[in-house]
């Protein structure tokens, strides 16, 4: 009686206001004017001593060039929207957050030296990429130096999901072109398999009969909707799994996948060319709203193979409780005492 009680007083509680909440995690962070000044001196060390490399953009800062970068690839757009999908996930974990106990841990002071250290080789040889790894690097042991052995445990993920920050740039050829490949390759068996008379040579799919023939140029190679999954994989492995294997097969199905949903949108164009020719292809190709069905394959895949490797089979739902988190707290303070 006395627990049903004590239930229904909390469900008749009024929920606290947005910020309200907001307040109440942000006075969780002890030293936060610490934090925000050496954060501060951290950023304006690359800001002005961050890149070495003028062949490209004429700036010092490390963030000017990455800005630099988004803009001259499409395929690295993503990373303006890094640091907010971060900030959420910490926000939605907000109550696992609330309960690290957080303390300076001055030990942490290594790990921004070797951030420091990896930034001066990556200045040396004109390498900015390497550079941005020492960033970060260097931003996490500050967290660490203000908060402590279990916060960096804690934020480790969603804090990995930055590596989404590194633009490929001229990387992505080594990468496209491999996808362009199998995906065209796929595509053109399956096609075939169906009873369709598509010829394939290299990355050109085409039926003379039919009066249609289609390039997997690189824009079609399949890369953005594998970085999407890539990341939609992450985080929902990250959220889904305790068991660090299972976090691993997880963000691993996503190339498949992504490969797959890449197939999907192509055997939709080819199947348009089979019944109206070349516009017909050209139509499923240019629309928006038909480009979004490969990713629901993607989804939809990832979600079964949650299911499949669910760590708990009696729970209906893989997702994990706030009381995993809590007895996840609960064991690394015990392992620190």
């Known amino acids: 009686m006395k627990e049903n009680a004590e239930k229904e007083k909390k469900r008749t509680q009024p929920r606290p206001s947005f910020q309200e909440e907001l307040n109440g995690f942000l006075n969780s962070f002890p030293d936060k004017w610490l934090f925000l000044v050496l954060t501060g001196l951290w950023f304006l060390i690359f800001h002005l001593f961050g890149n070495s490399t003028f062949g490209y953009t004429n700036t010092d800062s490390l963030f000017g060039w990455l800005h630099y970068d988004y803009s001259q690839e499409a395929s690295d757009e993503h990373g303006y929207l890094v ?41 040396r040889i004109q390498q900015v990429r390497i550079s941005l790894i020492g960033f970060f690097v260097g931003w996490y042991g500050i967290t660490g130096m203000i908060w402590g052995r279990q916060w960096l445990r804690a934020v480790f993920f969603p804090y990995v999901l930055f590596i989404f920050c590194f633009p490929i740039g001229t990387l992505a050829d080594r990468i496209s072109v491999p ?48 970085i999407a999954t890539l990341g939609i994989a992450v985080v929902y492995g990250f959220l889904t799994f305790k068991t660090p294997w299972r976090r691993g097969l997880m963000v691993l199905s996503a190339i498949p996948l992504a490969v797959a949903a890449n197939v999907t949108r192509l055997l939709m164009i080819i199947f348009a060319g089979e019944i109206g020719g070349q516009k017909a292809g050209m139509y499923v190709h240019d629309s928006s709203v038909l480009s979004m069905i490969p990713y629901f394959v993607a989804f939809i895949g990832m979600y079964f193979v949650a ?31």
């Open 83 to 123: 640091p907010f999908a971060v900030l959420g996930l910490i926000w939605y974990e907000k109550k696992r957050f609330l309960s690290v106990k957080k303390e300076q841990w001055w030990p942490a002071v290594t790990i921004v030296l070797v951030g420091i250290l990896i930034h001066l080789i990556g200045y």
């Open 179 to 226: 996808l362009r490949l199998y995906s065209s390759t796929i595509t053109g068996w399956i096609a075939n398999a169906l009873g369709m008379d598509v010829v394939r040579q290299g990355t050109m799919l085409s039926n003379p009969v039919k009066g249609y023939d289609y390039e997997v140029a690189a824009a079609c190679s399949g890369l953005r909707s594998l």
């Open 307 to 337: 299911r499949l490797f669910r760590e708990d089979r009696g729970t209906p739902s893989p997702a994990r409780t706030e009381k995993d988190f809590e007895e996840d707290t609960e064991n690394e303070e015990d392992e620190d005492e």
